[in-house]
């Protein structure tokens, strides 16, 4: 069974940046491929980003191209998600989420495994 804790969410103005982190226990990460979504209030969880395994593969949500960056570190079991130039519209709780499948996956069906999630709030 795999545990993912999220953290690194906060307030932070628009145009701010925040890094948020996912670590996993219970499992080693080395072999899942890991995501990001996002729900905001009274929306549906919708995909942000995703990454390979090896960390070779990173796919985006168009809405966040060119502003977030996914990377991993699977010696350390975590996962993480830059984020630069935040926008009010990027208000929402991130999960992150993993699965032992090969590839990455922008479909939230697609991942075993979830975290409780993060706050992040952007002001205009």
């Known amino acids: 069974q795999v545990q993912l804790v999220e953290s690194g969410g906060g307030l932070v103005q628009s145009g701010g940046s925040l890094r948020l982190s996912c670590v996993a226990s219970?499992?080693?990460?080395?072999?899942?491929?890991m995501g990001w979504f996002r729900q905001a209030p009274g929306k549906e969880r919708e995909f942000v980003a995703a990454?390979?395994?090896?960390?070779?593969?990173?796919t985006y949500a168009t809405s966040v191209k060119g502003r977030f960056t996914i990377s991993r570190d699977n010696a350390k079991n975590t996962v993480y998600l830059q984020m630069n130039n935040l926008k009010p519209e990027d208000t929402a709780v991130y999960y992150c989420?993993?699965?032992?499948?090969?590839?990455?996956?922008?479909?939230?069906?697609?991942?075993?495994?979830w975290g409780q999630g993060t706050q992040v709030t952007v002001s205009s």
């Open positions: 989420a993993a699965d032992p499948r090969s590839g990455y996956g922008s479909s939230w069906y697609e991942y075993d495994y």
């Open positions: 219970g499992h080693t990460l080395r072999s899942y491929r």
């Open positions: 990454i390979n395994w090896s960390g070779g593969l990173t």
